[in-house]
């Protein structure tokens, strides 16, 4: 249990961790050097002055984020000081430099945040079935190992172990560099009228949302991890001449290796909510778009003991037809395709997947 | 109104033109070389053998593209033949070239489109809401706009007008680019274990969304519009290069400038029209993870005639419960919430949506 909590920043992270360890049973105290965001955040997490916190959590922005642990550090030589920074190995070294209480410095970055900042925007369950990344580098004792446990399973999160330079190096490849193609394809449409931006699809959007990011704030970010950042943008940019060279020598083979290694990049990536992918058959069935058919399906599953492990629907206003596509298990997805198609349903099992 | 049409391709496209047609009250016959893919649209869109079409609809894969249209508009010297793909200005050449029956083409593009293929993932109001561009030295004839004006109304979307050169630059900049930023961005996780791949933020899943499309269909399409898109592919790589100079050298006001170039951009491309708003109320119903619970759900959905437009189910390994979030019209979710609550059901409603 985590009893009292200051948090230095009433930011988007600061407010949300507010949130949740007040609603957790927590005396929290949001501090920040802009009064007005100060001020929203005390009113929502209801703060309180406390003189000796259990945990201090630091959530400001980077490049202000060492400073305010060293400090803290000192000032409090009985708190435990987590930050949640999105780049550790510097942080690290100059904590232990810095400090003389670097026993009590612990680091944590949840992989949770919003394209919105500021207090207004935060949420008790922005965290919720996040993953957090715990330092390991920076954990000097056991007992603050239990903190962070306790902390991140408050929030609702998963906490996962890597050291300060796995996590940069990791960070810049599935969060810095995807920055930095959404903002390099953003800046790239600069030139275009609006009447012509008005034709993208949905692709484009998905592709540029994160591209509204700060901009003083992703610089901070580059600077701080340049080195990974670096060797990682080398590797892209090489894979983009390459695939410039295949497309000028009409190379159709280099161009499919190209996307392949895409497609088996995307698949590697885990469902939501760091839910596996599992090796599910997939089976489509047409119903008619009217109350009453999905149950029609489910009692026959339940009838013969099919599992059903995910699903999902296409239709829409206007159309006769729905389809229903369930995610099964091989054999349930073979039981159940008979079964369904010996009743009569319009069942579309694939031939060969 | 168009009475009688036939589409010449069982993908996603061409299913979903065949549902929003057949929705508003045409014949539609849809035929495919692929027998399965034929007979599952055949099923959603209740395909009809049509003698003499008013309209022949080609939604082939690129490749087949100008082969389909040329085949079609010789043996239907009486029917408007209409091309849907993506790259236009080598296909009205050989058009031109090589069919007699040339003034009865036109040719539109859809902006819209799925990263999942198939005639199972096909909807009818894929196209509502979206923009189509008309290429405009495909039409020969007043009569023939007036058959492209009424499809795309039937489709729900709007029309724009742009020549095969202006379409095949813009077509470039604002899906092609951006669909090799996003494989070029999942090609590079190809190497990450799936544990630490389990800690992507939302941020890499949009990023790497396009990433699965099919790899042959797109060296495809980077064959067919090869000059305009080599030509913005040097441009995108001369700026990462530029920002790869800034981060090495420290140059934070080159690394804002950046990405306030990206905010721009990004801040150009118009908010809602692309993507429709369905007006949905959610409903989040946490239920235990074993078989027979969401018969139970859609049973009583059923029994109180209540209409699911979608649905979602969210759960993780070692979790004990699930989340299925249903998605209903707002009467339809207070009906079904409270009838649920009533039953005991631990039913979550949004308090102020």
């Known amino acids: 249990m985590i009893k009292k ?9 600061g407010t949300s961790v507010g949130l949740r360890l007040k ?3 927590s005396s929290v105290e ?21 003189a000796e916190p259990d945990l201090i959590i630091i959530a400001v922005p980077i490049s202000a984020n060492t400073q305010t642990v060293v400090e803290q550090l000192s000032n409090n030589s009985k708190s435990i000081v987590c930050d949640l920074a999105s780049v ?5 070294l100059k904590v232990k430099e810095l400090s003389a209480n670097s026993d009590n410095f612990i680091s944590l970055h949840p992989m949770a945040g919003r394209e919105t900042n500021g207090a207004q925007n935060a949420r008790a369950d922005l965290f919720e079935g ?16 239990e903190i962070a446990q306790n902390l991140v399973e408050i929030c609702g ?28 394809i953003a800046g790239s449409l600069s030139s275009l009228s609006r009447e012509n931006l008005n034709l993208a699809g949905q692709g484009l959007r998905d592709l540029t ?17 340049h080195a990974a950042i670096a060797t990682q943008l080398d590797l892209i940019i090489d894979d983009l001449n390459h695939l410039k060279q295949s497309i000028t020598s009409n190379n159709s083979a280099a161009m499919v290796d190209f996307f392949n290694k895409g497609n088996n990049g995307k698949s590697k990536i885990p469902g939501k909510h760091g839910a596996k992918n ?14 009453g058919e999905l149950a029609r399906i489910f009692n026959e599953c339940a009838k013969v003991s099919v599992n059903i492990e995910d699903l999902n629907i296409e239709h829409s206003p206007g159309q006769e037809t729905g389809l229903i596509t369930l995610a099964l298990s091989n054999s349930d997805c073979m039981k159940l395709s008979n079964h369904l198609e010996n009743l009569g349903f319009k069942v579309h099992p694939a031939k060969n997947r």
């Not at 550790?88 to 690290?92: G, I």
């Not at 993953?131 to 007992?143: L, N, Y």
């Not at 990791?170 to 903002?183: C, D, G, N, R, T």
């Not at 599992?278 to 109350?291: F, M, N, Q």
């Open 30 to 50: 949001i501090i920040d050097i802009n009064s007005n965001a100060m001020k929203l955040a005390a009113d929502l997490v209801k703060s309180e002055v406390i």
């Open 130 to 145: 996040r993953a957090w990344i715990g330092v390991s580098d920076s954990f000097s004792h056991a007992k603050n190992k």
């Open 278 to 291: 599992r090796d599910y058959s997939y089976l489509p069935i047409v119903i008619d778009d009217k109350p």
């Open 209 to 225: 949302r994160l591209a509204s990011a700060d901009a003083t704030l992703w610089s901070q970010i580059l600077t701080e991890n």
């Open 23 to 25: 609603a957790a049973g």
């Open 157 to 184: 999160g998963t906490l996962y172990w890597l050291n300060s330079k796995e996590h940069d190096d990791l960070v810049a490849k599935i969060s810095h560099i995807p920055q930095i193609l959404s903002s390099v």
């Open 5 to 13: 909590v200051r948090i230095v920043g009433a930011g988007l992270i």
């Open 88 to 92: 550790k190995s510097d942080l690290l």
